[in-house]
Each structure stands twice: as structure tokens, then as C-alpha cells.
């Protein structure tokens, strides 16, 4: 049809080059008009698409707004017989997908960050807020159908399809995308559905939430049931992201993708009304304008990585959670040669020495001591005392009784007699007291104390420093790997040079993109969900673990994937990727050096400040704690005071999670970590005692022999005791 002439508002104008290709027809530029284009309909859709075409430029609602390509004039052949019509040119746009799916963001958006992906969901929020204004519904709302420009501006094409009224007749959209059609209209017929607002609220959740989340699909999770297609599982309302209704979608999200709690409350809750059961609760256009400028304005930026930008809701940064997940760096810096960060001054070894030199303070060292004193026992020893001489007291009775009755009632002898043997026995004797109340009295205290002394300890601190100084030796020991580990990387890529050219070279064929028998909208976007976007991604294993993806369609998946695979040609010559591969390579390690440092040396003030602060709060005792030590004195001495023995105070413990040992470099001379600080679970201090005199026991670092420079307990009396534990 190119150079065809056509005729526009009886004027005859010449086709230009062909600007795209679809299922209803083809795009045109118009010679002279560069502002121009022109959809020319297949031959068999003209006459079902010419009254709704003719209403739409009635309407005139292409002068309504610049966000949507409108049809705005007829274009006819020589005869009069409608062949299309024109609409505004959207030139230099790419479509929406092509910026949410890390890999294309790559191509086509290199300078995009997450703050631009943002400002793009606003944009389109706002593109579909005009078309409701205009007095139309989308309904097939789509991202073929969203184009995105460099400067995150936003239009809508595919105008034609929307449902649309003008004087009384009504002019339906008759076609749909799987992937962004809303539950309640799956399974029917949507040539025959009026659509509402509603419909197109969902779309642009779905369009929103793949912007926010990476391509990720809001539907695509992996269902604890049978596999579910992704048309399915939007039926079947089962939004896989979901916190609320996560016991009914039984749905978890794919691996590697952010999550609703990495989002501002408002944001997660607008993701759960859009996906939930009742679709008049969609957020609509302007509260998702709304929601969107306010989670741009909380934005933060990562220290590490100066292009992430995250919600400042989250605890850290997701995409640096992403890539140490996937692999994959979401928002890649851009490499300039000569550009790797630099550290300033940093002496490891003399910040090495200053961490061994720190002693942290034991609990036994930090604890306050209740140093009261006990003026008599309680009421309670009192009475047990009381109630232990009372048969004493009975038998005297007894034997008094005994005596009165042989002087007036000699005859009744024998039983006097009886009497007062009785009584003479239980004057001698008494009855032991129940010491079951005062062990449990004792017991509980004790308890108390210990519940009340780990509390205290807690809010010192005293738990964190020990971790903290456990995390600055294994940092040390990653510092000093560092340049052995450069080493390695840059040797490993000589050896994967081939591979990561043929990974280059298969990331150019992009699914979406593709033509794979049984692979439509739907799937397309579940593979995305899952990572798979490009033949590079395409793996066996890869594709089995997606949900729905059988042998037949993984085997359909590998044979496009060889077909590409097979114009591969290895280049030997280094060219430009190989410098970039170095340059990436050495920026990370260097940048992970730098925060290696910020941590050694921030840590390291941290446990000074800490330190004394910890000691200096036992001048200010915690009440909660001081009374709990009182009640167990108490205790202990009315025990003591009825002749009951008690055990020894309860161990207070702090626990040191269990963490996993660094293997250090055997280039490098690497410090020694106490296994007690790194490889057990729970480090109880009380029982850190001399094996020779039970003394405590302090840290102290070997001076000579084998060991020297190596930490290990020694007793707190040397020289007088040289009692050792490792």
C-alpha cells in the first residue's frame, strides 16, 4: 500500500512508509505530514468499523485531549469507500512492556531508574482518567495498546477499540487481552458485554502493579494445587501477592519479586482492593494519581547502588535484594572506563588490632547486684516456726493431764500412765517444717530475676554488641578476600568469554516478541513473571518449574531457543562487551570493599560507645530488676533461716544466633574468630568459669608460640591461677 494515494477530507494525499502491522490492519506515515498517521483496515473489517470510526470523529474527540490517538479524519479510496482514518503520529514511543521487563528497560529505557517507572504509572493513570473524561471505556486496556516516550510521557493507541456512545447509538469494544481482562468477564463473550469503568480499573491495576514490580504478573504465582493457567487463576481470583486473602488464593509470588510489605500501607491496600472480590472497589484513575505521587515523594535512594531508588517504607533496598535473589540488577549503573569507586585511607590492620583489643563486658559484669539488707525473717517463717513446736506444747498438756489424773484417779493408772508417756514423747520431739512453699517461693523469685535480667540486658544492649563484634570479624575476613576474589572473577570471565557472548547475543530475541505455537498473551507474561523473557532465559529447568509448562510446551520453548542458538558465531577479537564485563566487575567488588569499610569502621565506633554505656548503666539500676533480686533475697534467707537448702541462681544467658563460618583465604593472613562467638547457638556467661578455681574467665590474646595473636579465655586471677579455655 506504500505511496498508494488515499484521499482526507477530499484532499488526495500519499502513503508513506508502513509504521506497524496488527491484527485489524496497518499503520501508515503520510508524505508531508509528520505529525500524521493513517490505520488502513483489512478489506473484510471496513464495513463493521466505518460507523463507530465516522462517530468517533463526529464526536471530535481527538481534540479532546493529546494523551490519546483519537481518529480525527476519514481516509477514503478515489471512489469515496472508507478505507481507514488518520490520527495523531506517535513517534519515538515505545510499548509499555518494553519498560516494565528488565531485559527490554535495558534496550530501549538504558537511563530509566524506578523514579521514572513511577512517574510513567502516573502517567498512564492519568491517560486513562482523559478517556473516561472523553465519555469512552477502554476496555481492552492493554500495554501493546500504552506507548511510553523517553521522557516517561504517555499515549494511548488503538483508539478505535474503545467502547464509545454518541446520540443514542452505542458502539461496543468487542476484543480483549487475556492477561488484563478483569474475573468477572472471563469465560464469556466480550462482543456482548458493555463495559464499565470498573473493567478498565482493573487493567490499569495490572498495568500499575507490572510497572511497580518488574513485569512481574499480579496473577502469576504458583498455586498450591493443580497447575492454573494464568487466565484461570484471574477467574478464580487468585491475586498471588496477596496478604489479606493469601489463606483463599492458597497463591504464592513468583522467586525474586517484591512484595506488598515493601510497599506504603495505601499502596498495598489500593493492590488488594484492585485484585480483591468486588470490583466496584477498584481504585480508579486519580487515587491511583494520588497514591502514585505520594510513593514517588517517599522515595530513597541506596548507598550502595546509586541508581536504586526504593519505597522508604522498605527496610532496605529491594532491588539489592532482587539481584543477590535472582542475579539479575534491575537498574544497572552505566559504565564509563576509568570510573571504578575509590575508598579512602583504611588500614585494616590497625582497625584489626583496635576490634581484638575490645573486651566486652560479661553479664555478671553489667548486672546490678541488690546489696540490701534482711532484718528478720518474713511472717511466714514465723508461722512455720510456730506450727513446728506445737506438738511440744500438746505433750506437756498431755503429760500434765496424766499427772492430775493419778492423784485423783489412782485406779485409772494404767491410763494415766499411757497418757503420760505420750505426752513426755511429744515433748521431746517436734514436727519438720513443709519446705515445699518456701523452694517454690525461692524458685519463682529466681525466675523472676533471670526473666528481669535478660530483659535488662536486652535494653543495654549487651546481645547486639556480642553480634556486632562477631559480624566485624567476618567482615575482616571478606575485606582481606577481596582482591583474591577480584582475581578470580576477572580470570573467570576469560574462561566464560563464549558464554556470555552467546548469552548477549540470545537476549536479542525476545519472546513477547516471538511466534511459538501455544504460547499466547497469558503465557508469555507467566513466563516474564518467572524470568524468562528472552531465549537467553531459556532453559529446561527453567521452563518445567513454571506453573502450566509441560513437556510439549518446554520442548516448543527449546526448539525456538536452538533455532536462535544456531546463528551464533563465537568472536575471538576483544571488543567493547569484554571491557564492559571487566569495568562491571571490578565496580562491584570495589563497591563492596567500600562497604566493607563503612561497616568495620562504624561498627567499630558503635562497640566503643557501646561499651561503656553498658557498664555505666549499672549506676542507674532498673527497679523492675532490683525488686525481683529483693524478693529472691528474701527468699533465700528464709530458707536459710528453717535450715532449707536451695539451689544455686539460674544461669543468665544471652543468645548468639548460630551463623555460618567464613573459610578464610589462604593468601592472606586472616584473623582468628572465637568459635564460642560464631559457632554455637546460645552462649551461656555464668558458666564461664576457670576449669582450675572457678574463677571468671576474661579474654586474652596470645603473645608468643604458635598462637600468637590468637584470642582465648584465661582466668581473671592470673598470674596467680593460669587456668585456660579455648
Known amino acids: 500500500m506504500t505511496s498508494a494515494q488515499v484521499k482526507i477530507g477530499g484532499k488526495t ?8 502491522k496488527g491484527g485489524e490492519g496497518d499503520v501508515y506515515a503520510l508524505v508531508g505530514r509528520g505529525d500524521c498517521a493513517v490505520k488502513i483496515y483489512k478489506s473484510e473489517l471496513r464495513g463493521s468499523r466505518e460507523n463507530k470510526v465516522r462517530a468517533m470523529i463526529d464526536g471530535r474527540l481527538a481534540g479532546e485531549t493529546t494523551l490519546v490517538a483519537f481518529p480525527s479524519e476519514v481516509v477514503t ?17 515505545r510499548a509499555l512492556h518494553e519498560l516494565y ?86 469465560g464469556g463473550s466480550l462482543a456482548k458485554v458493555t463495559r464499565t469503568q470498573a473493567h478498565d480499573n482493573f487493567g490499569l491495576a495490572v498495568a500499575i502493579f507490572q510497572l511497580l514490580a518488574m513485569g512481574k504478573h499480579p496473577y502469576a504465582g504458583r498455586y498450591n494445587g ?8 484471574i477467574a478464580q481470583n487468585r491475586f498471588a501477592f496477596s496478604v489479606v486473602r493469601r489463606s483463599e488464593t492458597r497463591t504464592t ?4 519479586s517484591v512484595l506488598l510489605a515493601d510497599y506504603p500501607g495505601s499502596i498495598a491496600a489500593a493492590l488488594e482492593a484492585a485484585f480483591g472480590l468486588t470490583p466496584s472497589s477498584r481504585p480508579d484513575p486519580a487515587t491511583w494519581v494520588s497514591l502514585l505521587q505520594g510513593l514517588e515523594t517517599g522515595l530513597r535512594r541506596c548507598a550502595d547502588v546509586p541508581t536504586h531508588y526504593f519505597p522508604g517504607s522498605a527496610t532496605s533496598c529491594l532491588w539489592c535484594r532482587l539481584a543477590s535473589q535472582s542475579g539479575v540488577e534491575m537498574f544497572p549503573q552505566g559504565l564509563v572506563v576509568g570510573t571504578v569507586p575509590l575508598a579512602g585511607p583504611f588500614d585494616l590492620e590497625r582497625v584489626w588490632a583496635a576490634i581484638r583489643a575490645l573486651r566486652l563486658p560479661m553479664p555478671d559484669e553489667v548486672l546490678p547486684v541488690w546489696s540490701g539488707t534482711i532484718a528478720a525473717p518474713s511472717v511466714a517463717v514465723t508461722q512455720a516456726k510456730g506450727r513446728r513446736h506445737d506438738p511440744a506444747i500438746l505433750g506437756g498438756v498431755a503429760f500434765l493431764i496424766a499427772i492430775i489424773g493419778c492423784v485423783f484417779a489412782p485406779k485409772a493408772a494404767l491410763l494415766w500412765g499411757g497418757l503420760g508417756l505420750f505426752g513426755l514423747v511429744r515433748v521431746f520431739s517436734t514436727d519438720k517444717v513443709d519446705s515445699t512453699p518456701f523452694r517454690k517461693a525461692y524458685q519463682d523469685s529466681d525466675s523472676k530475676v533471670r526473666l528481669a535480667s535478660q530483659a535488662y540486658l536486652q535494653r543495654i544492649g549487651l546481645r547486639e554488641m556480642h553480634i556486632l563484634r562477631a559480624d566485624l570479624e567476618d567482615a575482616v575476613i571478606r575485606y582481606r578476600q577481596g582482591e583474591e576474589g577480584l582475581a578470580r572473577a576477572l580470570n573467570q570471565l576469560k574462561l566464560t568469554r563464549e558464554q556470555r557472548q552467546r548469552a548477549v547475543f540470545l537476549d536479542r530475541f525476545l519472546i513477547r516478541r516471538a511466534s511459538i505455537p501455544g504460547i499466547g498473551a497469558g503465557r508469555t507474561a507467566t513466563l516474564a513473571s518467572f524470568g524468562i523473557e528472552t531465549a537467553a532465559d531459556i532453559t529446561a529447568s527453567a521452563v518445567r518449574a513454571v506453573p502450566g509448562f509441560g513437556e510439549e510446551l518446554t520442548a516448543k520453548m527449546l526448539a525456538w531457543r536452538q533455532g536462535h542458538e544456531g546463528k551464533f558465531r563465537y568472536n575471538v577479537t576483544s571488543d567493547p562487551s569484554d571491557l564492559q564485563a571487566e569495568q562491571s566487575t571490578r565496580v562491584a567488588f570495589a563497591t563492596k570493599q567500600i562497604e566493607l569499610q563503612r561497616k568495620i569502621q562504624s561498627g567499630l565506633a558503635a562497640l566503643h560507645a557501646a561499651i561503656p554505656r553498658s557498664v555505666s548503666a549499672k549506676n542507674a539500676p532498673d527497679q523492675a530488676l532490683m525488686q525481683a533480686l529483693q524478693e529472691r533475697a528474701i527468699a533465700e534467707y528464709d530458707c536459710a533461716a528453717l535450715g532449707i537448702s536451695v539451689p544455686a541462681p539460674a544461669a543468665v544467658s544471652i543468645d548468639i544466633p548460630k551463623r555460618t563460618q567464613i573459610q578464610p583465604s589462604r593468601a592472606q593472613p586472616t584473623p582468628v574468630i572465637p568459635r564460642s562467638l560464631v559457632s554455637t547457638t546460645t552462649r551461656s556467661f555464668a558458666t564461664n568459669s576457670c576449669p582450675s578455681c572457678g574463677a571468671s574467665m576474661v579474654r586474652r590474646t596470645a603473645r608468643k608460640g604458635k598462637h600468637s595473636g590468637s584470642q582465648f579465655w584465661g582466668c581473671s586471677k592470673f598470674p596467680a591461677c593460669k587456668g585456660t579455655r579455648s
Not at 479510496?77 to 514511543?93: E, Q
Not at 478505535?160 to 454518541?166: G, I, R
Not at 509470588?253 to 525474586?256: H, L, N, R, V
Open 77 to 93: 479510496d478515489a471512489s469515496g469507500n472508507f478505507l481507514g482514518f488518520t490520527m495523531r503520529l506517535v513517534a519515538g514511543y
Open 253 to 256: 509470588p513468583p522467586p525474586g
Open 13 to 20: 494525499e500519499r502513503l508513506d512508509k508502513q509504521l506497524g
Open 101 to 186: 521487563s528488565p531485559k527490554s528497560r535495558k534496550m530501549h529505557f538504558p537511563k530509566a531508574d524506578y523514579r521514572f517507572l513511577v512517574r510513567v504509572a502516573q502517567n498512564v493513570a492519568r491517560a486513562v482518567a482523559t478517556v473516561h473524561q472523553a465519555g469512552c471505556i477502554i476496555g481492552d486496556l492493554n500495554h501493546s495498546g500504552v506507548l511510553v516516550g523517553q521522557d516517561a510521557t504517555v499515549a494511548l493507541i488503538d483508539a478505535d477499540s474503545f467502547q464509545f456512545s454518541l446520540k443514542g447509538c452505542s458502539y461496543p469494544c468487542v476484543v480483549g487481552t487475556e492477561d488484563f481482562t478483569p474475573p468477572e468477564l472471563h
Open 226 to 233: 493443580p497447575d492454573l493457567s494464568l487466565g484461570q487463576s
